[in-house]
């Protein structure tokens, strides 16, 4: 399906400003109502839409070096939206929105089948092994923009999906059609205290994100900025997150190489 | 005191000791529905899946089950459309163990959703592009065609068949078999490559992805091919072990080196395009990716997915059973037609262990590593109570229905049962109520 002035929402977080604070993921499950448990040690049960990763290059003193890779639901458009997980939901319950880019999830549809989780290489797909419970009063500090879901199914970063629902809203009421660059942002993207993430609309040449990736639409979104690049390139996913490095290694731990390539392996 | 119930001219063991074992085997049972409690009730924190393991243990019982209860379409296939007449006397229990097969694989299924009373969405709100979808829809009506399938072996029941409209429901149902052994084949084709697109279609999985033909990757063509092949080895298995437990011959050796020999074929030319697969899969997909064969088979800890698992599913479990069933001699020989229907049953499973574990063990993002798993004891409970449910369903189908057709002609009632008397002289056998009739024609 082809949509006219589609929009591509996407993001560009820039690896050498990250600090690794944890800003974004605490702003993120604020903003959404992810749901914690007392003891979230164990990261394979809990849940974070927003994940950083604590990445290094493998080398000894003085030569160590570390940098901090916060990742997002890639928001995969594959090739014409398939993208992995929303060709296997068998029960339509995530969508590819060809207007939006933006990959939703329909919690009330989603009967926790977790095929989706099985498709995604970049573990985004989180599934709510137990049913929130929010310490005592939390519950009235919700989002009430955010539904909060229930044991069983799957859940992922929106992109604050419901924040561009009121923006449109806003605009519509004020009698425009078009949403200004700064009127939809994502709560990581506003929390970064570093400022290593900017959001908008990979299609719009006007906005931070397209003039920073400069992504070739003709070559599945590849980005044309040499300091690019996008999580697992090789297997065409064609992600809407472009990350941003001006070391060398970082670049190459974002792909898989054989060895003849130079294949990096990191801790 | 059941004797009435037992098909004419039979000889089954005394009630007491049936019911010990259905009871041995209920304790089974119980231990799954205590687990299925659990993990109803208390959600799938039950299990000791996580978010890199979305997919485990049910996951694979639910491949590995189907592919084994694959005998029931490919020996209906053979039976009704390709015209092997002998299998006659043995389709009745592929479709019975392929019916069980079924029944459990949708039971797990049924634990193993998150939201179980969302479980229709799956047909509601179908996703046609997702192999899941096709899974559902096809599994569900074949099971469907399996029941059509048993309802006349129970219909045969001595007591059942007095009735004359049951008589008539089930000598009519026999007439029209092959339309549904055909309509059965059809969709067994398709479900079972549904379930092998399940990890072929995965392509930022590169361990699972595949190429293939439109919207079907080659594993699709090799899960049906595989279940083709190792699905009748499970019927000669379960036949086998049957016939050692009843201490009696159930089917003659003709038919089941029939069945052996087709298998047989079938395994030695799927393990040959396994083997194209994989070798295409190392040097041309999986580069592309930019992965070499190797990173799939080490630097894991205790190597649970070294290259040991690729050499036992497709040597030991392929080549081997393959070589041994194409040969006259291998089939003939006793010893060696048991060890190749358990290699192909257990290579079988391996493969779809491989397709869907292995799939998630193997880290994608390179600053990841290996994510190893060990199903907790409830996954483990509720994955035997509907293997436990399928035995004590085929133990007392074997009793009180004709499942055999050469069971009266190798076992006549008058002959004493030689290995019983020698093996357990206390057990004595309970006599027939009725005189020996005419034995029953042989009805699939």
């Known amino acids: 399906m082809k949509v006219e002035n589609a929009k591509k929402f996407g993001m560009v977080i820039d690896l050498d400003k990250c600090t690794g604070c944890g800003t974004c993921m605490v702003a993120c499950m604020a903003e959404n109502n992810v749901p914690f448990r007392e003891d979230d040690t164990d990261k394979l049960l809990s849940v974070a839409w927003m994940r950083v990763y604590r990445l290094s290059n493998g080398k000894a003193f003085p030569d160590t070096e570390e940098c901090f890779f916060p990742r997002p639901c890639q928001h995969c458009e594959g090739s014409h939206g398939h993208s992995p997980c929303v060709s296997v939901c068998p029960a339509t319950a995530t969508d590819y929105d060809m207007e939006t880019g933006i990959v939703s999830q329909i919690y009330t549809r989603c009967f926790g089948c977790r095929y989706c989780m099985a498709a995604c290489p970049y573990h985004v797909r989180q599934f709510n092994w137990w049913d929130p419970v929010w310490p ?66 990979l299609n719009n040449p006007n906005h931070a994100v397209h003039q920073i990736a400069q992504p070739d639409n003709r070559h599945g979104g590849r980005p044309k900025n040499p300091m690019a690049f996008r999580l697992l390139e090789r297997l065409g996913v064609n992600t809407k997150v472009y990350y941003l490095s001006s070391r060398e290694w970082v670049r190459r731990a974002g792909d898989n190489y054989i060895e003849k390539e130079g294949k990096v392996k990191h801790a | 005191m059941d004797s009435a119930l037992i098909p004419k001219g039979v000889k089954r063991c005394p009630t007491w000791q049936f019911l010990l074992w259905i009871g041995a085997v209920s304790g089974v049972l119980l231990w799954g529905v205590l687990a299925m409690i659990l993990v109803y009730f208390k959600g799938l924190n039950q299990t000791n899946m996580n978010n890199a393991y979305g997919f485990a243990l049910w996951i694979w019982a639910d491949l590995a089950i189907i592919a084994l209860g694959g005998g029931a379409f490919f020996t209906g296939f053979l039976r009704y459309i390709v015209g092997k007449d002998e299998l006659k006397n043995i389709v009745n229990f592929a479709v019975l163990v392929g019916f069980y097969c079924y029944v459990s694989a949708l039971m797990i299924l049924g634990f193993d959703i998150g939201q179980p009373l969302r479980g229709w969405f799956i047909f509601w709100h179908a996703n046609v592009h997702s ?210 229907v358990i290699l192909a049953v257990v290579g079988v499973c391996l493969n779809r262990w491989v397709m869907v574990l292995q799939v998630l063990a193997i880290p994608v993002l ?58 357990e002289p206390e057990l004595q056998e309970e006599p027939p109520e009725a005189p020996m009739g005419e034995p029953e024609p042989a009805k699939a």
């Open chain 1, 136 to 201: 005592d009063g939390m519950e009235k500090s919700l989002n009430p923009n955010v539904s909060v879901r229930m044991r069983g199914v799957v859940e992922k970063c929106s992109f604050c999906i419901h924040r561009y629902q009121l923006a449109k809203e806003k605009a519509y009421m004020e009698g425009r059609r078009e949403l200004e660059e700064n009127e939809y942002q994502t709560a990581c993207t506003q929390a970064c205290p570093a400022g290593a993430i900017t959001f908008g609309d």
């Open chain 2, 131 to 340: 192999m899941l979808t096709e899974v559902a829809f096809c599994l569900t009506c074949y099971l469907g065609v399996l029941t059509i399938e048993y309802v006349p072996m129970i219909l045969e029941n001595r007591q059942i068949d007095k009735v004359p409209f049951f008589h008539n429901l089930s000598h009519n149902m026999h007439e029209i078999m092959a339309v549904f052994a055909a309509t059965g084949a059809f969709l067994s084709f398709f479900h079972q490559g549904s379930l092998g697109g399940v990890p072929g279609v995965l392509f930022a999985r590169p361990f699972g992805f595949r190429e293939g033909v439109f919207v079907w990757p080659w594993t699709f063509f090799l899960f049906t091919w595989s279940a083709a092949a190792c699905g009748p080895c499970f019927t000669i298995l379960v036949t086998k072990v049957t016939e050692k437990m009843a201490r009696k011959k159930l089917v003659k050796d003709n038919v089941i080196e029939l069945l052996a020999k087709i298998s047989g074929w079938m395994l030695a030319t799927y393990i040959t395009a396994k083997i194209i697969d994989t070798i295409y899969w190392a040097v041309v997909t999986a580069p592309s990716k930019g992965f070499t064969f190797m990173d799939f088979y080490s630097n894991n800890s205790g190597s649970w997915y070294g290259l040991w698992i690729l050499i036992a599913e497709i040597g030991v479990c392929g080549i081997v059973p393959a070589a041994i069933l194409i040969t006259d001699k291998g089939r003939k020989t006793q010893a060696t037609l048991w060890l190749a």
């Open chain 2, 366 to 423: 390179t600053f990841e590593s290996w994510n190893l798993y060990f199903p907790s004891w409830q996954e483990v409970a509720t994955t035997l109570l509907p293997v436990a449910l399928g035995i004590i369903s085929i133990s007392i189908s074997y009793r009180y229905l004709p499942i055999f057709p050469q069971e009266l002609e190798l076992n006549p009632p008058d002959s004493p049962v030689k290995e019983v008397a020698e093996a």
